[in-house]
């Protein structure tokens, strides 16, 4: 998404995903909360677990290349709980910044108002902080422990802000929003691990083809309409934040026959040429590459397979996939 195209009230954590150039760095999956609107998977649920993206990792040295892939331009820092890991956050963190400079960009989010102990700690590493107060607090969040940490990460440097799902209650953040850089809402989304809560709070998704829960942008209108305030739609973040970051690894790691779409994927063609490859080659075009993959397939432009004639080979398929050997999302049989 270009730069010019991006809403005004972004914080520049945010409009680094806007663009997808943001790492996910899920720092761990434990947490002292046990919030019901929590999407979480099993996977990472209350385990400690690291990932960067998708790709699960143990050392700051592994998440350079996943950023790598990307071109990230910063980090965002997630859980569970990160501050629940405080000297892995600063670890991994100060790693990111010595290896790509002071101006990869790094935001944490949290669900505690950090203290001054950990705010010190985390100065020289992240730059944005994101506060997420639990659901329960707040009607009572003016004489919460969050106004003084956020008066003391502004004092500090911090870029500050909080971001919240889109429950009803946002009304009682009015007073807080003056002494804030942005406030962001994230669209309710129904989730696996939640959906027997919401279930419990008659909460279902606006239709059967998204996640998006029937009533929270509603909720958002409480507040939303304030200028520091952002409210980030499901189908945003499907459809443009995810496609832009996919774009960004897709560019750096498709093979030369990959064809990467529109959505971010690659789509390229896998056949079984049997005893036939000798034949097979000199039906591509001249200078084109092909792979050929530990079971004996290879794989190759689809386009290109497409023409190879029939009498060669066996079972062939057009496969779209994630890039940097990600998840299938078709095969199509040819």
């Not at 999407?39 to 290349?65: G, M, W, Y």
């Not at 419990?200 to 209108?221: D, V």
């Amino acid at each position: 998404m270009a730069k010019d195209k991006l809403p005004k009230n972004l914080s520049e954590g945010c409009r680094l995903c806007y663009q997808g150039a943001k790492l996910v760095l899920f720092i761990t999956g434990k947490c002292d909360r046990d919030c019901w609107y929590c999407p979480l998977s099993e996977e990472r649920k209350n385990v400690d677990v690291i990932f960067a993206n998708d790709q699960k990792i143990t050392t700051p040295e592994e998440a350079i290349p996943e950023a790598e892939v990307m071109d990230a331009l910063g980090t965002g820092v997630t859980g569970g709980e990160p501050l629940l890991e405080l000297d892995r956050v600063v670890e991994f963190c100060t790693y990111l910044k010595n290896h790509f400079g002071p101006d990869h960009h790094i935001h944490l989010y949290t669900g505690h108002a950090p203290t001054e102990e950990e705010l010190a700690a985390l100065r020289p590493c992240v730059d944005e902080i994101r506060m997420h107060p639990p659901h329960e607090e707040w009607a009572g969040i003016m004489t919460s422990k969050f106004p003084e940490s956020i008066a003391n990460a502004k004092r500090m440097g911090f870029c500050v802000g909080i971001e919240v799902p889109s429950l009803a209650g946002l009304r009682h953040f009015f007073p807080l929003l003056d002494s804030l850089d942005f406030f962001n809402i994230n669209q309710l989304e129904w989730g696996d691990s939640c959906a027997e809560a919401m279930r419990a709070r008659k909460l279902e998704p606006e239709n059967p083809l998204c996640n998006a829960i029937k009533g929270s942008t509603k909720w958002a209108g409480e507040i939303n309409g304030h200028p520091k305030v952002h409210y980030c739609t499901s189908t945003f973040k499907d459809s443009v934040q995810l496609r832009e970051r996919l774009k960004r690894i897709a560019m750096n790691s498709a093979r030369p026959f990959d064809m990467i779409t529109d959505d971010g994927t690659v789509m390229y063609g896998s056949m079984d040429p049997g005893a036939d490859l000798e034949m097979i080659l000199p039906c591509l075009k001249a200078g084109s590459y092909y792979e050929e993959m530990d079971d004996g397939t290879i794989e190759l432009d689809w386009q290109q397979m497409r023409k190879i004639p029939r009498k060669f080979g066996g079972e062939r398929k057009i496969i779209e996939r994630y890039p940097n050997d990600g998840m299938i999302v078709e095969v199509i049989p040819q």
